[in-house]
């Protein structure tokens, strides 16, 4: 059985309260190549 993790990211916000994270992007792609690595995590890994 295959393992699939999703990582969904935000990093802008319609509420200008809060401030937008532009570092979440860069965050999540770090994230996937750990969870993707085999010698690791070994995830099928989509980002949206």
Do not use: W
Request: aromatic share 4%; glycine share 6%.
């Amino acid at each position: 059985m295959a393992r699939r993790a999703l990582i969904v990211a935000c990093s802008e916000y319609a509420d200008e309260q809060l401030d937008d994270l532009p570092v979440v992007r860069s965050d999540a792609t770090v994230l996937a190549g750990v969870l993707g690595d085999p010698a690791i995590g070994d995830f099928e890994v989509e980002c949206s």
